[in-house]
C-alpha cells in the first residue's frame, strides 16, 4: 500500500503565499509522476502542475509564474509553492503519484486533500 498525505493548507489574504507538502510513503518501488490537483466548489477538478522523477515540470496556464512544484526525491515528498495567491485559487488542493509500488503494480495514488482558501 501507498499513502500520500498533504499539508500547508490554510487561509490566507490575497497576495499572500502557502506552500503544499505531499509525503509519499509504503510499498514504494519507484515514483514516475507527481502532481497537484485541485478542485473549487461546483466545478472539476483540474491539473495544476506535475513534475516528473527526472525533474521536467508542467503548469496550468493559470499558476505559471505564480506557483512551482519541486520534490525532494530522498523524502518521496513533493512541493507546491503558491505566490501571489488569489481568491479564484480558493479550492481543496489534492496531491496525486503516479507510483509503481513494490509488487510492480503502477497506480493513480491520491492524497485526502487540504484545503486552501484566499480571502479578498
Known amino acids: 500500500q501507498v499513502q500520500l498525505v498533504e499539508s500547508g493548507g490554510g487561509l490566507v489574504q490575497a497576495g499572500g503565499s502557502l506552500r503544499l507538502s505531499c509525503a509519499a510513503s509504503?510499498?514504494?518501488?519507484?515514483?514516475?509522476?507527481m502532481s497537484w490537483y485541485r478542485q473549487a466548489p461546483g466545478k472539476q477538478r483540474e491539473l495544476v502542475a506535475s513534475?516528473?522523477?527526472?525533474?521536467?515540470?508542467n503548469y496550468a496556464d493559470f499558476v505559471k509564474g505564480r506557483f512551482t512544484i519541486s520534490t525532494d526525491n530522498a523524502k518521496n515528498t513533493v512541493y507546491l509553492q503558491m505566490n501571489s495567491l488569489k481568491p479564484e485559487d480558493t479550492a481543496v488542493y489534492y496531491c496525486?503519484?503516479?507510483?509503481?509500488?513494490?509488487?510492480?503494480?503502477?497506480?493513480?495514488?491520491w492524497g485526502q486533500g487540504t484545503q486552501v482558501t484566499v480571502s479578498s
Open positions: 513534475i516528473t522523477t527526472g525533474g521536467s515540470t
Open positions: 496525486n503519484g503516479w507510483i509503481t509500488s513494490t509488487t510492480r503494480s503502477t497506480v493513480d495514488y
Open positions: 509504503g510499498s514504494i518501488f519507484s515514483i514516475n509522476v
